[in-house]
């Protein structure tokens, strides 16, 4: 059957981050820092709100774009949290995770030949999903020197007259690197300038250790051209919940909820209900999380520094990413040979793109304790081959 497959899905590669986490698995005493995975549990009062939704037998079919009220609460929480105005009615889908959020867009906007920017290191899903929708990935390199930022500089060296959309992926994942008001403003002149569409990845804007985070869309003359990506699974810890959401123009959100109609139906019901609950009253619980990964992301940043590897200050998100260069191992060498003799997982840079040459991925989304020992253990690796 393998010549029966589509060209386009046979020359996609597996994810880099699965491949470890499937290993490390099998593997006894192992630590992880491999996955992107709040490592409390759903808070109570969200589970129990989806619990009650089953014991009173609300498992029916909701509307294709999601629940009004979940919608509403949604727009509410944009307003007070990032003063953002969007219409729960128009300007609002529900979807299952960030991730189909971000497939919507690229298939609702892309026409085979547009050329997409995607700024690397990156999550793993912009470019292949970009490709799929019939897009021509533009990869940009991010440069350590930039904290990991995207410049306007860098997006004017890579516009052409066939660029359509600019993925901005901040808080990043994997670097940890964040935008502030001024980067954003700066990027904004230049997709005004060459009518770009912004795909604002926002998934982790909760998650910021500095100044809070901004939406490229609160710049102004962006809201028009923006479609943001978010969803629950990082801030409230609700990964297997799947619960996503997009907002944009009525233009584009339109569309992307008639490919969500055929592909998907609606969210899991159970799921919109702890969904409503979280968004209304998970304020208490999103911020006692961000000072939990706000403790261990310096006692991480501490640990590297120590053993001799650089790492600049993330600000964003929940991960570190190191480099390895000192020890003259690729990421790829460095993340095997440190699984098999220290059993600790971490992911490669080049998981996020090939901009990610020397670097790892660290997640800080574990128990201090487990933290701790992974330093210990990563030190002992790296000190042999650094001295």
Known sequence: MENKLSNRVKVIPPSGIRKFFDIVSEMKDAISLGVGEPDFDTPWHIREEGIYSLEKGKTYYTSNAGMLELREEICHYLKRKFQLDYDYKTETLITVGGSEGIDLAFRALINPG???LIPQPSFVSYEPCAYL???TPVIIPLKVENEFRLTKEEVEAYVTEKTKMLV???PNNPTGAIMEREDLEAIAEVAIKHD????????YAELTYGDKHVSIAAIEGMRE???IINGFSKAYSMTGWRMGYAVGPKEVIGPMTKIHQYGIMCTPTTSQ???????KNGDPDVEEMRKAYNGRRKVMIEG??????ACFEPLGAFYLFPSIKETGLTSEEFATQLLHEQKVAVVPGTAFGESGEGFIRCSYAYGIEDLK???????????????
């Open 196 to 203: 770009l569409i912004v795909l604002s990845d926002e998934i």
């Open 168 to 170: 901005l992926p901040f």
């Open 225 to 227: 051209r923006t479609i």
């Open 273 to 279: 209900y702890a969904a409503i609950e979280a968004v």
């Open 304 to 309: 590297f520094r120590k053993m001799g590897l």
């Open 133 to 135: 929708a019939g897009a």
């Open 373 to 387: 020992k992974a330093i210990e253990r990563i030190s002992q690796f790296v000190e042999p081959r650094i001295s």
């Open 114 to 116: 547009d050329e997409v």
